[in-house]
Every structure is written in structure tokens, then in C-alpha cells.
């Protein structure tokens, strides 16, 4: 009993003495001269790799290892904004070379009209239109495709259709690409003329 008694004792009072060695190995301890994300990447690259170093090297003396992206840079996905006044601006001149595209469904347009020059693609019952070749789109809208290189100006009724017409073009190879949020309710609502 009084050996028991006495372990439990001396192991009590082991425990202090442990703690302060550990606080003492924790402030003394220096930390490393390189930033921790080479010390990672360094450390992670010798796992798996065979090792190569001696004894005597130690991780300061590992030069740190860059890794690089293979993949392509993604393309441009922000189509430019149009404002009402820079749509008027445009229609205004004769000599522009904008394709200025309405993505309403041809009774709407029958109702209501549209931006002067613009050609209908409607997105709703068309949505390969922009994917179909130059033959089959001058067949079935009446007018030349665009060129891929020629910078679009895309609108509907309100710019949900809109958005989603110029994400299918991106997605076609066009790159120029610009949307009319505000779109034919805007335009409507500011005085623009309407083309019938």
C-alpha cells in the first residue's frame, strides 16, 4: 500500500516538472527561416519522391517546390453592359458594325415592334441557333448570321432570356458579346422608336 502510495506521489509531482520542460521546449523553439507554404509543399513533394538527402540536411536547406497550373485560362464570361442611351446612340448610326440581336419569340414582336434594325433569333423555341451552321441560320431567320469576330448586342423583354442567349453564343465562339439589360421594357419606356 504505501508503495502504491508512493508511485502515485512521485508520478504527481513528475507531472509539473514535465509541463515546464514542454513550455520551455515551446518558447525556445525557433521557427523556421522559410514561409510555412514551402515548408509544406517541400515536406509533401519528399513524401513522394524517394528520399535523396543525407542526414546532415535539413528542411531550411530544401529549396521549395512550385507547382503550375496545367489548365487553360478560362474565357471571358461578363458580357459588356449597354444602357439605353449607348442602344439609341448605335441605331443612330448607319455605319455601325453591331449585330443587334432580339431574343423574343416572333408574336412577341408582332405585338410590340423592335429595336430599330435588330434581328429576331428567338431563344425559346431556337436554342442551337447560334450553334447551327450559316446555311441552315440564313434559311431559317431570313438574314446572314453574324460573323464570330462581329460584337453582339443582345435584349429581350426584360434581360432574363437575354443573359441566357449570350451565355449560348459565348459558348458558340462568339467572344464580343454585350447585353441590353434593361431590354425592350426599357427601351419602351424611355421613347424608343420601335420598328414593326
Known amino acids: 500500500m504505501a508503495t502504491r502510495h508512493s508511485l502515485t506521489s512521485l508520478a504527481r509531482a513528475a507531472v509539473p516538472s514535465v509541463q515546464r520542460a514542454e513550455r520551455r521546449l515551446l518558447s525556445t523553439a525557433a521557427r523556421p527561416p522559410w514561409p510555412l507554404n514551402a515548408a509544406v509543399s517541400a515536406h509533401s513533394e519528399s513524401r513522394r519522391q524517394p528520399r535523396t538527402t543525407t542526414a546532415n540536411t535539413s528542411l531550411a536547406t530544401l529549396s521549395p517546390r512550385h507547382f503550375f497550373s496545367t489548365e487553360k485560362p478560362q474565357p471571358q464570361t461578363e458580357s459588356k453592359i449597354w444602357s439605353f442611351e449607348q442602344v439609341s446612340k448605335l441605331i443612330a448610326d448607319p455605319t455601325h ?100
Open 97 to 196: 458594325k453591331l449585330a443587334i440581336i432580339d431574343v423574343r419569340e416572333p408574336s412577341e414582336l408582332q405585338e410590340t415592334g423592335k429595336i430599330p434594325g435588330a434581328v429576331n433569333i428567338p431563344i425559346k423555341t431556337s436554342p442551337d441557333s447560334f450553334h447551327i451552321n450559316e446555311e441552315e441560320f440564313e434559311d431559317r431567320f431570313g438574314c446572314p448570321r453574324p460573323e464570330k469576330d462581329a460584337e453582339l448586342v443582345i435584349y429581350c423583354r426584360s434581360g432574363v432570356r437575354g443573359r441566357a442567349a449570350a451565355g449560348l453564343a459565348r459558348d458558340a465562339g462568339w467572344t464580343k458579346i454585350g447585353e441590353y439589360p434593361g431590354s425592350w421594357l426599357d427601351w419602351l419606356e424611355k421613347g424608343g422608336k420601335a420598328e414593326r
